[in-house]
Every structure is written in structure tokens, then in C-alpha cells.
């Protein structure tokens, strides 16, 4: 998919068509707003308030800054880090007294411990992981400038004079169209996020209205094809076929042992939340959350021979839903079999593809495509942007 296959722009709201130079614009300002929604969660999103408050109530932290016990203080700090915080300091006058984490990271919070005459300053979020969801589910080249310095990009061999903060580009034989947002670089200076989104992708023969809509639209699909094709769709798939232990189990049609088995991998917290298995005799097992999608199917071998088939997903509906609504902004519906599995909101009774629809005295432009529900079946998940 790519960023602007923005066919069928026109709606019955919309004016006249937008021109090449504003239909460009348009595309590369609304991946800005995206990329500022995910600036933002990273920001003062759940996972940081999650950080915050462990460090601010860490008793063990408290003691050692208190003591001025920088070993010990830098010990709690990694403590506390749980796969979340990639850096973390604690200063005391100013000065660094212990920090943890290394790499490039974004996106400073700052706060005191409580019961100290200490601050902290952490991030969730490090520049290469901020850099690959930007570019996943916008399709864009993504660089992020320190001033005027390059920290860290998805694209290389950026012109002498730097990028322009709005406007085309041309950057190794291929031109693109700029947008540009600030944020700050941990643990503080100024940090400039410059999107890039080929111009050659973007097509759109409606307003620039509906063209913010389709583009919207298709960060709600690259969204939805990420839990199908991702890397780290793969390294699961990959990592249930080669396990022995699961295999064992599907080729003795032993249905507690491959329900172990698959306990076994949520335990593991690699990317999955459910897993059903078949024989030739039928449905061996089927365990997980109730509602997910984006099935991916795998085959079970033993012995040189398939002795089984497997569906699993890495998201489930909720999850989608979440990320949709946070990153586009609109309301998402998902429904099968023309029953409303969840959403943002309860939503019209009709939501066509592509239009205009009317919710509570609110309008709307809608965005609609097919997903699968699992583990078969079509689900249609509609994206309600305000109009």
C-alpha cells in the first residue's frame, strides 16, 4: 500500500478539486498530524504516567538518592526501567547523581521524588523505535534533526543545506514533499521531525478535505496490514512452527499438552493473543481473547510431514481500536456480519464506504475497508473522521 493511492476523493461534500501543489501539502501535513499523535502518547501518553509514578513511589530510589548512594541509586533506576523506560536520571543540584538506559530516546518527562530534593528526567520512547511506528503506519521517510544535526532517519543522503520544514524535496534522485513538527530530545534541547512522503505516491483528484480523509484512511489500513506482515508477525509465526514442545503435542493430537504449549508462548510475551489449532481429526485447540484479527496461518511439522495447521494474531480488537483512534483522531467502528463487535462509539446504523454520514448531530467523513475477523471472515472496520 502506499501512502497516496487516494483514488475516489471527491464526496458529496466536497468543493473543488484540490491542485497538484495543495493535494501534496495536504498528504505530508496530515502524516504530520500522525506523527504528532504518536509524539504526543509517547509524551504524556499511558506507558509514561505508568514510569513516572513507579519512580516517584520507588522506596528503594528514595533511600538512595537521600544517602547520596549513587550505586544504589543507579540499581534502583534499572529496576525500574521494566521494558519501558529506555532512559532515566536522577539529579540532585543539578548535577546527574545515577542514570540508566543508553541510545538516542525522545520525549523528556520530568518530575521530583517525593521526600528527596531530587528531580528526575525520563523517556519512554527511543528515536529508533518512534522512527519505525511513524514510518509503518504512515508509509513516509521520517528524519529527526537535533538543531541542525542529524540524529537519526529512515532515509540517507539529505542535502548539503538541510531539509525545509514544509515544501518539496528532491533527496537521493527522488523527491518528496516535507512536513515538520518539534518535540524535545532527551534530556533536553530542541528536536525537529521532518516527514517525507513521496511525491510520486501522491494522487488525489478530489478537495483537499476528502484528501485528508483518504489519507487518514489508508494510516487506518497500514495499521491493520502491521498485525498481518510486520516483523513482528514473523518472528511469531517463525517461533511457534520451530517449537519442539508444540509440535510434540499437535502430532499426538494431545489437546492438554499443546493448550500448555500455547500457555506456554502468552507466557513468553512474544506478539500473540490467541492460537487454534486443527488436525485432520478437527479443532484441536482454540485459546486466546475472544475477540481479535488479522489471522495468520502457519502449518505444524514433525517428522518431515505437516501434522497440523494453525491460525494466530498478534492483535486483538481492542488493541486496533485503540491505536486507530489514537493516531488518526477518528472514530472506529468494527463490525461482522452486520453486529458491531466494538468501537470508539456505538455509531450509525449505515456507514457507507466513502461520504458523508450524520451521528448524533455530528458530521462526518467516513473511511471504510474489509480486515478479517478471526478466524475467518470479513470484518469491516470504518473510520468516522469529523468533518
Not at 524535545?184 to 528536536?191: K, Q, R
Not at 493430537?253 to 506456554?264: C, F, L, N, P, S
Not at 485432520?280 to 484479527?293: C, R, W
Request: aromatic content about 4%; overall charge positive.
Amino acid at each position: 500500500m502506499t501512502i497516496g493511492a487516494l483514488a475516489g476523493c471527491g464526496s458529496a461534500t466536497a468543493t473543488r478539486s484540490a491542485t497538484p501543489a495543495e493535494c501534496a501539502s495536504t498528504v505530508a501535513q496530515t502524516l504530520g498530524t500522525v506523527a504528532g499523535r504518536v509524539y504526543h502518547e509517547a509524551a504524556i501518553g499511558g506507558i509514561v504516567a505508568q514510569a513516572v509514578h513507579r519512580v516517584q513511589s520507588s522506596s528503594a530510589l528514595r533511600s538512595a538518592v537521600n544517602s547520596g548512594n549513587a550505586t544504589a541509586a543507579g540499581a534502583a533506576l534499572r529496576e525500574l526501567m521494566l521494558g519501558q523506560i529506555v532512559r532515566v536520571e536522577v539529579l540532585r543540584g543539578g548535577h546527574v547523581l545515577a542514570q540508566a538506559g543508553s541510545g538516542i530516546a525522545i520525549a523528556p518527562a520530568r518530575g521530583s521524588i517525593p521526600g528527596t530534593s531530587t528531580t528526575f528526567v525520563l523517556s519512554t520512547q527511543s528515536a529508533h523505535s518512534y522512527l519505525q511506528v511513524v514510518h509503518q503506519v504512515t508509509g513516509a521517510q521520517v528524519v529527526l534533526l537535533g538543531g541542525t544535526r542529524r540524529l537519526a532517519g529512515t532515509i540517507g543522503g539529505l542535502p548539503p543545506a538541510g531539509l525545509p520544514s514544509a515544501g518539496s524535496v528532491t533527496v537521493a534522485g527522488q523527491n518528496f514533499q516535507t512536513a515538520t513538527l518539534t518535540g524535545a530530545v532527551y534530556p533536553s534541547g530542541a528536536l525537529h521531525i521532518v516527514l517525507l512522503a513521496p511525491t510520486a505516491s501522491i494522487s488525489c483528484p478530489g478537495s483537499a478535505a476528502q484528501t485528508r480523509v483518504e489519507t487518514l484512511g489508508h494510516v487506518g489500513e497500514r495499521i491493520y496490514q502491521e498485525e498481518l506482515h510486520s516483523p513482528a508477525v514473523s518472528a511469531t509465526l517463525r517461533h511457534i512452527e520451530h517449537s519442539s514442545a508444540f509440535q510434540r503435542a499437535v502430532a499426538a493430537h494431545d489437546a492438554a499438552a499443546t493448550r500448555a504449549a500455547i500457555v506456554g508462548f502468552f507466557g513468553e510475551h512474544i506478539h500473540v493473543v490467541r492460537v487454534r489449532v486443527t488436525t485432520g481429526a478437527g479443532l484441536l485447540m482454540d485459546l486466546g481473547g475472544p475477540y481479535v484479527l488479522a489471522p495468520v496461518h502457519g502449518a505444524v511439522r514433525s517428522g518431515g510431514r505437516i501434522v497440523g495447521r494453525f491460525e494466530m494474531a498478534i492483535q486483538d480488537d481492542a488493541g486496533y481500536l485503540r491505536l486507530a483512534h489514537l493516531f488518526t483522531g477518528a472514530e472506529v467502528l468494527m463490525r461482522t456480519a452486520g453486529r458491531q463487535v466494538t468501537g470508539t462509539t456505538p455509531g450509525p446504523a449505515t456507514v457507507p464506504d466513502r461520504g458523508p454520514v450524520s451521528y448524533r448531530g455530528r458530521a462526518y467523513e467516513t473511511y471504510s475497508f474489509t480486515g478479517v475477523a478471526f478466524p475467518s471472515g470479513p470484518l469491516r472496520i470504518s473510520l468516522l473522521l469529523p468533518s
